[in-house]
């Protein structure tokens, strides 16, 4: 064996315990993936480089990152079936080379049918950690040759070492979201509870008995809309959340969900207003869940309001994009705290009291519309009012449509 190769070797072993030492210092899984996906391409030479996670119920992959930051987003929408090569990878837990994807009768083309990229040849090696699929690590096209044993080799090593850290950073992350919801739920628990001890009272009148079943009964109801929003949350982080694409009339959902926000806002003195051009064309997305986030903006928009107040929703469509804002009179959010709106569990000190709730409900909004390829945010004077605004791509570029309603 020649000095130049033990030398490679060297600096190869000197690079990877390199690695595993900045890999073990983050639990943020986004930027662990990128790191691993950084370093597998430095070892190989490939063009493209992916993370493609298991999940073991659905029993699928689903390109969880990307070394192209364009085209992520896109990847990540994409369910890899375990009939593919990366699927016969993560289930038979061996690595694979395959020097012409073209040839085998596994190769899975709608990825590169999505982004237009031309495959040819691909590296792929199963992560396992303590016996259990975490996914694959996939290398496209060799820049120079063809991919090899050598190549095999040091992959696997980094495979190994990134199986043991994704599956740290998903435990961690797990925990830590776990642990949240539960400190969110002692406030009703403890609520129920104390009603409870209260009504075990001899002396208490019927009129009172009412009342504290009554209590018992919304904070109940702030628990099953607290755990609902939570699931929904999860699969949306996940990736997990099923969309049912349509086009359909944006105007006409936008007048649906006033009709349902109006008996509370009669109830406010709330006028509810929508301001629409005629002849908007028709949008490419996910009905009830656009129905969701209207609703969950609108609904705050009658709830923080003042009496006698005004909410109007904005239609307007330039530019293949629709915007929509939520537009109130209330008494306006702090500039403080703006930056935190969309943040999971986070409400604003002064309105936890007056108006509790799950803490969720915009989180899941920026969920949802950010999984359309679209954005959403705030705007606010104290003492004017408040304003949420949607953009909303008319047909967006999502692996997650079929493709006939893409093209």
């Not at 709608?110 to 199963?126: H, K, N």
């Not at 929003?229 to 649906?256: C, H, I, K, P, V």
């Not at 109006?262 to 509810?272: F, G, H, K, V």
Request: hydrophobic share 40%.
């Amino acid at each position: 064996m020649s000095e130049q190769l033990f030398a490679n070797q060297d600096q190869r072993v000197q690079r990877l315990l390199q690695i595993a030492v900045d890999l073990a210092s983050t639990l943020n899984i986004n930027e662990l993936l990128q790191q691993i996906l950084s370093a597998a391409v430095e070892f190989s030479h490939a063009e493209e480089a992916s993370i493609l996670l298991y999940d073991a119920q659905r029993r699928e992959l689903f390109i969880r990152a990307a070394t192209n930051d364009e085209t992520e987003e896109t990847l990540r929408e994409i369910a890899v079936p375990t009939e593919s090569i990366a699927g016969w990878v993560a289930l038979n837990r061996q690595p694979i080379i395959v020097d012409d994807v073209h040839q085998d009768p596994r190769w899975f083309s709608r990825v590169g049918e999505a982004l237009q990229f031309p495959t040819r040849s691909l590296l792929a090696i199963p992560m396992i950690a303590k016996e259990q699929r975490i996914g694959v690590l996939e290398l496209l096209n060799k820049k120079e040759g063809r991919f090899n044993e050598e190549d095999l080799e040091i992959l696997t090593v980094l495979s190994a070492q990134a199986a043991v850290v994704i599956q740290t950073a998903q435990l961690f992350a797990q925990s830590d979201q776990i642990s949240t919801l539960v400190h969110e739920l002692r406030t009703p628990l403890s609520s129920i509870n104390t009603i409870a001890y209260l009504l075990q009272h001899p002396g208490l009148s019927n009129s009172k008995r009412l009342e504290l079943t009554q209590m018992i009964q919304t904070e109940t109801d702030r628990l099953n809309k607290m755990t609902t929003a939570f699931l929904d949350l999860a699969r949306m982080e996940t990736g997990r959340a099923a969309f049912t694409w349509s086009s359909f009339s944006l105007e006409e959902l936008a007048q649906a969900c006033l009709n349902l926000c109006q008996p509370r806002a009669e109830q406010l003195s709330i006028t509810l207003r929508l301001d629409c051009p005629s002849a908007l064309p028709a949008v490419l997305a996910d009905r009830d869940k656009i129905k969701q986030v209207l609703l969950n903006l609108l609904n705050n928009a009658v709830q923080y309001n003042h009496p006698g107040g005004q909410v109007t929703l904005h239609l307007r469509h330039q530019d293949a994009a629709f915007e929509l804002r939520v537009q109130d009179t209330g008494a306006g959010i702090p500039l403080e705290d703006l930056p935190k709106l969309f943040t999971k569990f986070y409400r604003a000190p002064k309105n936890e009291k007056a108006s509790p709730g799950t803490g969720l409900g915009l989180t899941i909004c920026k969920q949802i519309v950010e999984s359309h390829g679209g954005k959403i945010g705030a705007e606010s004077q104290p003492g004017v009012g408040t304003t949420f605004w949607i953009r909303l791509p008319q047909t967006p570029k999502s692996a997650r449509m079929p493709r006939q309603l893409r093209e």
